[in-house]
């Protein structure tokens, strides 16, 4: 695929419009609340190379993976490596966090992608994924025929948030965190936007499922190991049945030594 038809591109060039970087804001903030308490030593972001979505988190190692470099990083990466998400060139199990923004939808491979993100993760690293809605305002403008397509990526190559949740379950990954948001209506200037964020706490409230983007967080687990040891001859302990049979049979023997010899006086 040419630079020029990669979807990841025509991202970076919506969310340079109006409607873009009001999820760009909103998407922010998410990723740094959601990367903050984060721990560990290496943290990957793959896509976007615009944004820098790991600021708030504080492992010594930060690094950029995609198909595009930046021409002007947006943050002082300890590395930039030029790559498909589909082939990750890391080792196994290397990365303690990965920050994938709009990654599955901006794939012909997102299975591929998401099969990698599970192989560079550390067992118990973490994973957060963003991507938009389908069953959303947005998507249903987006999929209104003879209207301009509204968002980046057709509306096949979205995945909404239960089919992600089935991918992830399938490798091992449980879902910790998730937000939608972004309830306002599909308008393209900032001024009718902000006049519409109100829209914002009543979706929030009452039709949560409905906000065009979602952030979701999961962890990768690793069933644990049980060390299965010898089994030695040891002296097996009395049941609690045969201890009460043994302490009626003393008792018994012991009444029966006293009645067969009596004190003298």
Same mark, same amino acid.
């Given at each position: 695929?040419?630079?020029?038809?990669?979807?990841?591109?025509?991202?970076?060039?919506?969310?340079?419009?109006?409607?873009?970087?009001?999820?760009?804001?909103?998407?922010?903030?998410?990723?740094?609340?959601?990367?903050?308490?984060?721990?560990?030593?290496?943290?990957?972001?793959?896509?976007?190379?615009?944004?820098?979505?790991?600021?708030?988190?504080?492992?010594?190692?930060?690094?950029?993976?995609? &198909?595009?470099?930046?021409?002007?990083?947006?943050? $002082? @990466?300890?590395? +930039?490596?030029?790559? /498909?998400? %589909? =082939?990750?060139? *890391?080792?196994?199990?290397?990365?303690?966090?990965?920050?994938?923004?709009?990654?599955?939808?901006?794939?012909?491979?997102?299975?591929?992608?998401?099969?990698?993100?599970?192989?560079?993760?550390?067992?118990?690293?973490?994973?957060?994924?963003?991507?938009?809605?389908?069953?959303?305002?947005?998507?249903?403008?987006?999929?209104?025929?003879?209207?301009?397509?509204?968002?980046?990526?057709?509306?096949? &190559?979205?995945?909404?948030?239960?089919?992600?949740? $089935? @991918?992830?379950? +399938?490798?091992?990954? /449980?879902? %910790? =965190?998730?937000? *939608?948001?972004?309830?306002?209506?599909?308008?393209?200037?900032?001024?009718?936007?902000?006049?519409?964020?109100?829209?914002?706490?009543?979706?929030?409230?009452?039709?949560?499922?409905?906000?065009?983007?979602?952030?979701?967080?999961?962890?990768?687990?690793?069933?644990?190991?049980?060390?299965?040891?010898?089994?030695?001859?040891?002296?097996?302990?009395?049941?609690?049945?045969?201890?009460?049979?043994?302490?009626?049979?003393?008792?018994?023997?012991?009444?029966?030594?006293?009645?067969?010899?009596?004190?003298?006086?």
């Amino acid at each position: 695929m040419s630079k020029a038809q990669s979807p990841i591109v025509n991202l970076a060039q919506w969310l340079e419009t109006e409607p873009g970087q009001y999820v760009q804001r909103w998407e922010q903030n998410c990723f740094d609340k959601m990367v903050a308490d984060v721990f560990g030593y290496h943290a990957l972001q793959v896509g976007l190379p615009s944004f820098d979505l790991l600021r708030a988190n504080r492992m010594p190692f930060k690094a950029y993976a995609g &198909a595009e470099l930046p021409a002007v990083p947006a943050a $002082d @990466w300890a590395g +930039l490596v030029l790559t /498909e998400p %589909e =082939l990750l060139p *890391f080792d196994s199990q290397s990365v303690d966090l990965l920050v994938l923004p709009h990654g599955l939808e901006a794939s012909a491979h997102p299975h591929q992608v998401l099969r990698e993100v599970e192989r560079v993760l550390v067992p118990e690293g973490r994973v957060v994924i963003s991507g938009f809605n389908p069953w959303s305002l947005w998507g249903l403008r987006h999929r209104t025929p003879y209207l301009t397509p509204w968002l980046p990526q057709p509306i096949s &190559a979205q995945v909404s948030l239960p089919r992600l949740k $089935d @991918w992830l379950k +399938l490798l091992s990954f /449980e879902i %910790e =965190l998730g937000h *939608f948001g972004c309830y306002v209506p599909p308008l393209r200037t900032q001024k009718w936007l902000d006049r519409f964020a109100f829209t914002e706490a009543a979706g929030n409230r009452w039709w949560p499922v409905c906000g065009a983007v979602y952030v979701v967080s999961a962890v990768k687990r690793v069933a644990g190991m049980r060390l299965i040891t010898p089994r030695w001859k040891t002296t097996q302990p009395l049941r609690k049945g045969a201890r009460q049979t043994v302490g009626a049979a003393l008792q018994q023997k012991t009444g029966s030594t006293s009645s067969s010899n009596p004190v003298q006086s």
